[in-house]
């Protein structure tokens, strides 16, 4: 805990004092540019940044995309602030299918050539890592060829980021192929244990489908933890909602990354919120510090 190096007392302390760093997802703010998400989400306490490759904020295909990147870079610089890079973009690979193609797919080559595109970027913005998944599973594939395909594929970038000095973190998400921090690990021994392989956890999803729900979920991933996503969601569906709009205990979390000495990235993931950016991260934070005193 936080106490034992401060020799603070806890109800004292602030979100501040955290020793992770609390950011949010350029995912909530599609309506906005992104210097101006910068400058809302500085002016309300936020100090990292869950960028989301593609529209509207870097599409990492673009002809300037390094550019752009480097320019990002040194604002973040001068904030003070830390980056991850977030591959979840919706239709940026195919503008009829929703995160398609995925790594199961019979042809994967459109999403490896973004993941490394992702990696180049994360080395470009000093990124604390780069988050991925497995997708869902193909319709007519046998899941035991769809977990062959994803050690094949996966173990490639694996390689390149690992080259580029770039950490993957591989997030479970519920419906996919890998929807479990337990089946995450595993996926991770069948590489052998790499060590640019690390984990995602987004909050929310340990209350769908983790049996072990949110504590048990991040005590598994344990020195694994590479990057966190903080939402709040019920138990019968996999929609983000806000902060207290759901079942997680948001306390019980914080309290765990602090115990876990996380020292990463834990970034709000609304993608559906931007209509309300501005006000759904001023209330975030807010539930943050709230739960963050509650610990």
């Known amino acids: 805990m936080s106490v034992a190096l401060t020799g603070g007392d806890p109800k004292t302390e602030s979100l501040a004092d955290a020793r992770f760093t609390v950011g949010y997802g350029t995912n909530g703010f599609t309506d906005h540019p992104l210097d101006d998400v910068i400058t809302v989400l500085d002016s309300l ?4 940044l869950a960028l989301t490759l ?11 995309a390094d ?9 973040l610089d001068d904030l003070g602030w830390r980056v991850v890079v977030e591959t979840g973009t919706r239709y940026l690979l195919d503008p009829f299918r929703k995160h398609r193609p995925n790594l199961l797919d019979d042809d994967a080559g459109r999403r490896e050539l973004f993941l490394r595109r992702a990696i180049e970027l994360g080395g ?6 780069v988050s991925l998944w497995s997708g869902v599973l193909p319709e007519g594939v046998e899941a035991a060829d769809a977990h062959d395909r994803l050690r094949a594929r996966l173990d490639g970038l694996v390689d390149r980021a690992d080259d580029a000095g770039v950490p993957l973190a591989f997030e479970p998400e519920p419906g996919m192929l890998v929807e479990t ?10 590489l052998g244990d ?3 392989l690390g984990l995602t956890v987004d909050l929310g999803h340990c209350v769908v489908v983790e049996p072990d729900g949110v504590v048990g979920a991040l005590r598994a991933a344990g020195s694994l933890l590479r990057n966190v996503q903080v939402d709040d969601m019920l138990p019968a569906a996999h ?7 759901g079942a997680l205990d948001l306390a019980a979390a914080l309290r765990t990354l602090d115990e876990l000495d996380y020292r990463g990235l834990a970034a709000i993931e609304l993608p ?3 209509h309300d950016g501005p006000g759904v991260a001023a209330r975030s934070m807010s539930a943050l510090r709230t739960a963050w005193e509650a610990r």
Do not use: S
């Open 45 to 48: 306490g936020y100090r990292g």
């Open 54 to 64: 593609g529209h509207p904020h870097l599409d990492p295909f673009a002809n300037d």
């Open 67 to 75: 550019r752009v990147a480097a320019r990002l870079r040194r604002r």
């Open 124 to 129: 470009i913005l000093g990124a604390d890592c």
């Open 181 to 190: 921090v337990a089946d995450a690990l595993a996926l991770r021994a069948d």
């Open 194 to 196: 790499p060590e640019a």
């Open 239 to 245: 929609e983000h909602l806000e902060l207290g709009h």
């Open 272 to 274: 559906r919120h931007a």
